[in-house]
C-alpha cells in the first residue's frame, strides 16, 4: 500500500497535463522490470531535461509507485522549486561535497524506495551514452539492492540543452521509455576494480537499450538536430560534446570565482 502524498500527486498531474497538451505519443516496454514494493537504484539516460518527469509518469501509471530523484543542490536553493522538489522527498546533491547526498540515498533505498539516477551526470548533448560515475553501483551496492536500467528516447525533442525546441516541434513527439533487466549487486565486490566494472557493464547495457529503441523509433532523424552523428544526424559526436561542456564547466568556475 502506497503512502497519499498530495505535493507529488499534484505534480504528476500537472506533469500528465503537459504531455496531453503537448500530445507526446508514449511507448513503453520492460514495465515488469519495475518493483511493486522495495529498493531499486533506477539509472537512466539524460539526454533531455524532462526524462525524470517521463520516467516518473510512467511508473505511477504502472504501479503508482513515486522515484525519489537525485537533483543539483541549486535546484533547491530556488523558493517555490525547493519547496516543491523537498515535498516531494528528491535528494539534493552538492557537486562539491556529495557525502550526505549518497548517505541519503541510501538510507531512501534501505527503506524501500525507488531511486533515480543520472550516471552521466549532466544532460548529454551528444544523445549517446557517455562515461558513468560509479554513484549509482556503489549506492546500490551499499544499500543491497538492484540496478534497473532505463532508457528515454524522444524526450530530448522536447526540451534539452543547447536547443530551444519550438512549440510546434514540441506537439506529437513519440517518446520511448524502455526498462532493462535488472541486476543485482550479489556479484559485485565493494573494490573499486569490481565497481568500475559494474559500471563499465552498465553503460554498456544502456547504449545496447538506447541502439536497440532508436532502431524502432517511428521518426527518421537522418539531417536531425536531435539525432546523433553516428546515426546521421547532425548532434555534436562525443568528442565536440565533450569539448563544449568542458568549457561551460570552465566558465561557470570562473564565474564563481568572481562572486567569491
Known sequence: MHTRE??????????????????VRQTTSGLNQL???????LAI?????????????????????????MAKKGAFDQPLVGRLLR??????????????????????????????VFPEGGVNASFTVRELKTGA???ALTANVPIIPVVVWGGHRLMTKNHRSTLRERLGVPVSIRFGESFSMDAVDPAD?????????????LQGLVDAV???YPVAGVGQWWQPAHLG??????????????ERRRRKADRKKLRA
Open 233 to 246: 544526424g547532425t548532434a555534436p559526436t562525443p568528442a565536440e560534446a565533450a569539448v563544449v561542456e568542458a
Open 6 to 23: 498530495p505535493i507529488y500527486s499534484t505534480a504528476i498531474g500537472a506533469g500528465r497535463a503537459l504531455f496531453g497538451l503537448l500530445r
Open 193 to 205: 576494480d569490481d565497481v568500475a566494472a559494474a559500471t563499465l557493464q552498465l553503460h554498456d547495457i
Open 87 to 116: 515535498g516531494m522527498k528528491h535528494i539534493s546533491v552538492d557537486m562539491e561535497s556529495g557525502r550526505a547526498a549518497y548517505d541519503q540515498a541510501v538510507a531512501a533505498l534501505g527503506t524501500g524506495e525507488l531511486l533515480g
Open 35 to 41: 518493483p511493486a514494493t522495495g529498493g531499486a537504484v
Open 137 to 139: 553501483v556503489r549506492m
Open 45 to 69: 539516460t539524460h539526454f533531455g531535461y524532462l526524462d525524470f518527469a517521463l520516467v516518473e509518469w510512467v511508473a505511477w501509471l504502472h504501479n503508482r509507485r513515486h522515484i525519489r530523484f
Open 214 to 216: 532508436q532502431a524502432e
